[in-house]
């Protein structure tokens, strides 16, 4: 069965400082991997996704991701760190084998603290 | 262009009573599908609609049921209601059924259920 693991339940960084997030998946073919963000009370937002050709995805408000096959992880990285960008960040991995066609599974989350 | 409508954002309900919950997908998404998101289980899938048909279904139990109508709106409906059904139930849209998994899934705000 897929999985999603991200080992940081919580990390604080200082404004302006780079960030990384990092996301192990398990999956028994070529993963369809995403990021989400969630902030307090809202749904979660697509940040970016990857299923195919450049290993390095650009997605929205700065970030971008780099899928790296042989160590099975989609780590999400920001150069510089705005204090708007405290949330929680979701990896996934969107299934497309036998029944669970469909479904994404999601990783437990990182919650991202931003220091003035 | 309207995003996905969950209502009503907060209910409570006493344990043993039922609830139906509301998505209205994006404009031209037909494919709906369900989440329970608790601090302890993290966001888990409950099922997917496509075409007014259940397409995929997490592991929850029979009290957790769903229906999609023609205009791809879709309900969710939770009868007996006990203490571990406090969560925010989160409903996503995609293009097609299983798009998510290419595409990603647009989320709603979510409601936010307090079973007592």
């Known amino acids: 069965a897929q999985s999603v693991t991200q080992p940081d339940i919580h990390i604080t960084v200082s404004e302006g400082a780079s960030l990384e997030l990092r996301c192990n998946y398990s999956?028994?073919?070529?993963?369809?991997l995403f990021w989400y963000v969630q902030s307090p009370g809202q749904g979660l937002q697509l940040l970016l996704k990857?299923?195919?050709?450049?290993?390095l995805v650009q997605g929205i408000k700065g970030f971008e991701a780099e899928f790296k096959r042989s160590q099975s992880s989609f780590n999400l990285r920001k150069p510089s760190v705005h204090w708007s960008d405290a949330a929680e960040y979701f990896c996934?991995?969107?299934?497309?084998?036998?029944?669970?066609?469909?479904?994404?599974?999601f990783g437990d989350g990182t919650t991202l603290t931003v220091k003035p | 262009k309207a995003g996905v409508t969950q209502t009503p954002r907060y209910l409570i309900k006493t344990r043993g009573q039922q609830v139906t919950l509301s998505c209205s997908p994006i404009?031209?998404?037909?494919?709906v599908s369900w989440y329970q998101q608790t601090p302890g289980q993290g966001l888990q899938f409950l099922f997917e609609?496509?075409?007014?048909?259940?397409?995929n279904k997490g592991n929850f139990p029979g009290r957790f049921s769903g229906r999609q109508f023609s205009n791809s709106r879709s309900e969710m409906n939770v009868s007996t209601l006990e203490l571990g059904d406090s969560a925010l139930y989160l409903c996503?849209?995609?293009?097609?059924?299983?798009?998510?998994?290419?595409?990603?899934?647009?989320f709603g705000s979510g409601t936010r259920l307090t079973v007592v």
């Open positions: 996503a849209s995609s293009v097609g059924q299983g798009a998510a998994t290419n595409y990603g899934y647009t």
């Open positions: 999956y028994g073919a070529t993963p369809y």
């Open positions: 990857y299923f195919s050709g450049d290993t």
């Open positions: 996934a991995v969107g299934t497309y084998l036998n029944t669970n066609a469909g479904k994404s599974t």
């Open positions: 404009s031209g998404h037909r494919s």
């Open positions: 609609y496509f075409s007014e048909t259940q397409r």
